[in-house]
T-cell receptor, first 113, second 116 residues
């Protein structure tokens, strides 16, 4: 089945140690999003790619970066994770165009030691 | 800018009873509205969406929602709750921005508890 796949499902890193989370999709969608969801909170949009065009939300910390080397893959890089960055990170996609429902992966739960 | 308010962080109903989860939105342009369900340690699954067609929208698992512009509401209902409906429910809004990649703004979520 076509889907959005996030690896790993659980990631543990040390305070200040760079970490990369991965998202891949077999839907051939143009748009890929990254959301941060802290415990018992709503998902919050960090940024998205429309094809190769990167769009950062105004309040996304500089500590968070993203790369999209091709249509299928998108990475979330956290350069120096702090304790406050512990969260579930969700990847989502749409073909492109307004009003389309987003297809979500199962998320990566990031813990910071 | 848009926003979503979900009334009630926790809703408890008996199995077989009516489920009503409330969502009010604010948007400066005609909105697109969505309900998603999230089970523990999983991503979000789309239940239904409103995109300016019929105001009564039917979704998966017996859920439906009615868009009421005058009340800026998009409440989610299900006639008869099942134990498997226990989960976190998020109402979300996106608004046309011309870019074709509108992100979602979510409400804070409602945790649905089903009592046997």
């Amino acid at each position: 089945d076509a889907m959005v796949i996030q690896n790993p499902r659980y990631q543990v890193t040390q305070f200040g140690k760079p970490v990369t989370l991965s998202c891949s999709q077999t839907l051939n969608h143009n748009v890929m999003y990254w959301y941060q969801q802290k415990s018992s909170q709503a998902p919050k949009l960090l940024f998205h790619y429309y094809d190769k065009d990167f769009n950062n939300e105004a309040d996304t910390p500089d500590n968070f970066q993203s790369r999209r080397p091709n249509t299928s893959f998108c990475f979330l890089d956290i350069r120096s994770p702090g304790l406050g960055d512990a969260a579930m990170y969700l990847c989502a996609t749409i073909p492109g165009g307004s009003g389309q429902p987003q297809h979500f992966g199962d998320g990566t739960r990031l813990s910071i030691l | 800018a848009q926003s979503v308010t979900q009334l009630g962080s926790h809703v408890s109903v008996s199995e077989g009873a009516l489920v009503l989860l409330r969502c009010n939105y604010s948007s400066s342009v005609p909105p697109y509205l969505f309900w998603y369900v999230q089970y523990p340690n999983q991503g979000l699954q789309l239940l239904l969406k409103y995109t300016s067609a019929a105001t009564l929208v039917k979704g998966i698992n017996g859920f439906e929602a009615e868009f009421k512009k005058s009340e800026t509401s998009f409440h989610l209902t299900k006639p008869s709750a099942h134990m498997s409906d226990a989960a976190e429910y998020f109402c979300a809004v996106s608004a046309y921005s011309g870019g074709g990649a509108d992100g979602l703004t979510f409400g804070k979520g409602t945790h649905l508890i089903i009592q046997p």
